[in-house]
């Protein structure tokens, strides 16, 4: 059976070469909004590669099915588009026997993928021996890197990198309007070997897909977090809410959104850095970010005054089990509150400061601290500076 199943995908793929002209990598959009023409040929094989390649321009029609999920490109963008996500196209030159069976010119066709598809089908997803079974070589002489496809039905040569573009639009008037630029995303050597981006590429892809709706979740959080730390706040912020906007992975769920809250806080939004924060408090799925967000969301509480409130969240967050540090800062927040309430300003602000250097050593929680310092200069405009209460050693 699946034999049968690998031997049909081949079919599939040889489909492609049918319904797919050929293509370069700058697109333009014509105005019927049919075909997007691939204008620069800057995958054109050079003369060591022996052969031509099909016609010196070639169309993406989106009105054509895509090869293996035998749909129209132009559902399957307008799809993504509509729930603010990117199409993935992988495209792919492969290499035929001339149409001539007498002759032994080989001729070079481009084609197009759904780019999840084509990789479940070709490198079983992102597993490692999946991919080094295709036999990566290099054709000598030439120094460019192939694919040999060798099975009892069909013999294929993959040539070059498959290379990925994301297709993006957006609904205007209730219409798409799919861009007239393709994005770059990467080859097949990247989504393998390279140690700086194979990370964000196998998220990229896996939060884009709709097969796996965990996974989806998961990979939208990583692909939000790698978001954050290039400083793409807006992509990062994207990826957060698609994650804390469904329902298939709770934990994932609770993830984003303590994250977003955190982003929100930077941002000066406290509203909805409550907001988010609150939500992550509020559920029971993923323990440690609930008590996370209950200390953070107790932290600016204590802030606006509402002490009470935030007595109540320090106390359930110093007395859970999952996360210890959020434990132990959640009870000193806690104590430091009460010594206030008691007017002991001397013990409040001594806490405060060793407070603070306990949690200058913590790298992840280490983002607290600007609010604790704000409470302890608080006290400081009330009752002076911190009294000295120990010599120094």
């Given at each position: 059976?699946?034999?049968?199943?690998?031997?049909?995908?081949?079919?599939?793929?040889?489909?492609?070469?049918?319904?797919?002209?050929?293509?370069?990598?700058?697109?333009?959009?014509?105005?019927?909004?049919?075909?997007?023409?691939?204008?620069?040929?800057?995958?054109?094989?050079?003369?060591?590669?022996?052969?031509?390649?099909?016609?010196?321009?070639?169309?993406l029609d989106l009105t054509?099915?895509?090869?293996?999920?035998?749909?129209?490109?132009?559902?399957?963008?307008?799809?993504?588009?509509?729930?603010?996500?990117?199409?993935?196209?992988a495209v792919v030159t492969?290499?035929?026997?001339?149409?001539?069976?007498?002759?032994?010119?080989?001729?070079?066709?481009?084609?197009?993928?759904?780019?999840?598809?084509?990789?479940?089908?070709?490198?079983?997803?992102?597993?490692?021996?999946?991919?080094?079974?295709?036999?990566?070589?290099?054709?000598?002489?030439?120094?460019?890197?192939?694919?040999?496809?060798?099975?009892?039905?069909?013999?294929?040569?993959?040539?070059?990198?498959?290379?990925?573009?994301?297709?993006?639009?957006?609904?205007?008037?209730?219409?798409?309007?799919?861009?007239?630029?393709?994005?770059?995303?990467?080859?097949?050597?990247?989504?393998?070997?390279?140690?700086?981006?194979?990370?964000?590429?196998?998220?990229?892809?896996?939060?884009?897909?709709?097969?796996?709706?965990?996974?989806?979740?998961?990979?939208?959080?990583?692909?939000?977090?790698?978001?954050?730390?290039?400083?793409?706040?807006?992509?990062?912020?994207?990826?957060?809410?698609?994650?804390?906007?469904?329902?298939?992975?709770?934990?994932?769920?609770?993830?984003?959104?303590?994250?977003?809250?955190?982003?929100?806080?930077?941002?000066?939004?406290?509203?909805?850095?409550?907001?988010?924060?609150?939500?992550?408090a509020n559920q029971n799925?993923?323990?440690?970010?609930?008590?996370?967000?209950?200390?953070?969301?107790?932290?600016?509480?204590?802030?606006?005054?509402?002490?009470?409130?935030?007595?109540?969240?320090?106390?359930?967050?110093?007395?859970?089990?999952?996360?210890?540090?959020?434990?132990?800062?959640?009870?000193?927040?806690?104590?430091?509150?009460?010594?206030?309430?008691?007017?002991?300003?001397?013990?409040?602000?001594?806490?405060?400061?060793?407070?603070?250097?306990?949690?200058?050593?913590?790298?992840?929680?280490?983002?607290?601290?600007?609010?604790?310092?704000?409470?302890?200069?608080?006290?400081?405009?009330?009752?002076?500076?911190?009294?000295?209460?120990?010599?120094?050693?």
């Open positions: 059976m699946k034999r049968e199943l690998l031997n049909k995908s081949w079919l599939l793929l040889v489909m492609g070469l049918i319904y797919n002209p050929v293509s370069g990598m700058d697109i333009k959009l014509q105005e019927n909004l049919k075909e997007i023409q691939f204008v620069d040929l800057n995958s054109k094989l050079r003369p060591a590669d022996q052969g031509k390649l099909i016609g010196d321009k070639e169309y054509k099915d895509e090869p293996l999920l035998l749909r129209k490109f132009k559902e399957l963008i307008e799809d993504k588009v509509k729930k603010g996500e990117v199409f993935i196209l492969m290499k035929e026997q001339a149409y001539n069976p007498l002759s032994t010119q080989m001729v070079y066709r481009h084609n197009y993928y759904g780019a999840n598809g084509f990789n479940r089908f070709i490198f079983n997803d992102f597993d490692d021996s999946g991919y080094y079974k295709l036999n990566r070589f290099n054709k000598p002489g030439q120094g460019k890197r192939y694919f040999q496809f060798k099975d009892p039905l069909v013999k294929l040569t993959i040539i070059h990198e498959i290379k990925y573009f994301t297709i993006d639009g957006k609904v205007v008037d209730g219409r798409v309007v799919i861009d007239t630029k393709f994005t770059f995303l990467g080859t097949d050597w990247d989504l393998f070997h390279d140690p700086n981006r194979k990370e964000f590429l196998h998220d990229f892809f896996k939060a884009n897909q709709d097969l796996d709706k965990r996974e989806k979740a998961e990979s939208q959080i990583g692909v939000g977090e790698i978001f954050e730390k290039m400083g793409d706040l807006d992509k990062a912020k994207k990826y957060y809410q698609f994650a804390a906007n469904q329902n298939d992975n709770k934990e994932a769920k609770a993830d984003a959104q303590v994250n977003l809250g955190i982003m929100f806080e930077k941002e000066k939004n406290v509203a909805e850095a409550k907001k988010y924060y609150q939500f992550a799925d993923e323990k440690a970010r609930k008590a996370e967000a209950q200390m953070y969301l107790a932290i600016i509480l204590d802030k606006e005054g509402e002490l009470e409130e935030a007595k109540k969240l320090y106390f359930a967050a110093s007395m859970q089990e999952h996360d210890l540090l959020v434990m132990k800062y959640s009870a000193l927040l806690g104590e430091g509150l009460k010594r206030r309430e008691k007017k002991n300003w001397v013990d409040a602000k001594q806490l405060y400061t060793l407070l603070i250097k306990q949690v200058q050593e913590d790298e992840f929680y280490k983002r607290i601290i600007p609010s604790i310092q704000s409470i302890l200069d608080e006290l400081n405009r009330k009752s002076g500076p911190p009294t000295k209460r120990f010599k120094k050693d």
